[in-house]
């Protein structure tokens, strides 16, 4: 089944770090552009981060910049988030999605919660 | 605050049509693509539209999407329950350098 499969999320306190993994199953990674999205508690759709089929350009939100970073390894499937320096702000699902072309997400993974809570 | 806008919420009946607009500015939807995707509860969102106006492989045609200048619509006819969920409109802003959404608009089919 084609199929995005978020895992890492968890409860952090203020200033912690995790890392977001999401696997592709049933399809190859290598030839899209992925993305990470989260939605807060009750709130709407935020884009988070991208990263260009071969890490050859990221962008990511301003709020985010400086302490997350988007990566991928195109041998082992996956797509990951590293998250330094949490904030209470940072609690939301976070998604990955996967984008065939002109910043559209057409398949995405169920969400993994972060919560950043002392 | 969202960089799109799109109305909190619509209403109609089943069988009838709704529309749920998108607005925004030259930096976004006046020169990208807009896509639309549905959100039930509990559930990650789907895409219903893409590069403004086409549908992906399983999507029915009840759903039409379309872009004038600054705006975008997302247009739904023969409602069903079932297509009570909040919609969102996306783009990238080229000003931002980063992917925008609309805050969302709920969808109740009365």
């Known amino acids: 089944q084609v199929q995005l499969v978020e895992s890492g999320g968890g409860v952090v306190h203020p200033g912690g770090s995790l890392r977001l993994s999401c696997a592709a199953s049933e399809f190859t990674l290598s030839i899209y552009g992925m993305h990470w999205l989260r939605q807060a508690p009750g709130k709407g759709l935020e884009w988070v981060a991208f990263?260009?089929?071969?890490?050859?350009?990221?962008y990511y939100t301003d709020s985010v910049k400086g302490r997350f970073s988007i990566s991928r390894d195109n041998s082992k499937n996956t797509l990951y988030l590293q998250m330094n320096t949490l904030r209470a702000e940072d609690t939301a699902v976070y998604y990955c999605?996967?984008?065939?072309?002109?910043?559209?997400?057409?398949?995405w993974g169920r969400g993994t919660l972060v919560t950043v809570s002392s | 605050q969202s960089v799109l806008t799109q109305p909190p919420s619509v209403s109609a009946a089943p069988g009838q049509k709704v529309t749920i607009s998108c607005s925004g500015s030259s930096s976004n939807i006046g020169n990208n693509y807009v896509s639309w995707y549905r959100q039930l509860p509990g559930t990650a969102p789907k895409l219903l539209i893409y590069?403004?106006?086409k549908r992906p492989s399983g999507i029915p045609d009840r759903f039409s999407g379309s872009k004038s200048g600054t705006s975008a619509t997302l247009g739904i006819t023969g409602l069903q329950t079932g297509d009570e969920a909040v919609y969102y409109c996306?783009?990238?802003?080229?000003?931002?350098?980063?992917?925008?959404f609309g805050g969302g608009t709920k969808l109740t089919v009365l």
């Open positions: 590069d403004n106006d």
């Open positions: 996306g783009t990238w802003d080229s000003s931002l350098t980063a992917v925008v």
């Open positions: 990263v260009r089929y071969d890490s050859s350009a990221k």
């Open positions: 999605a996967k984008s065939p072309s002109n910043w559209y997400f057409d398949l």
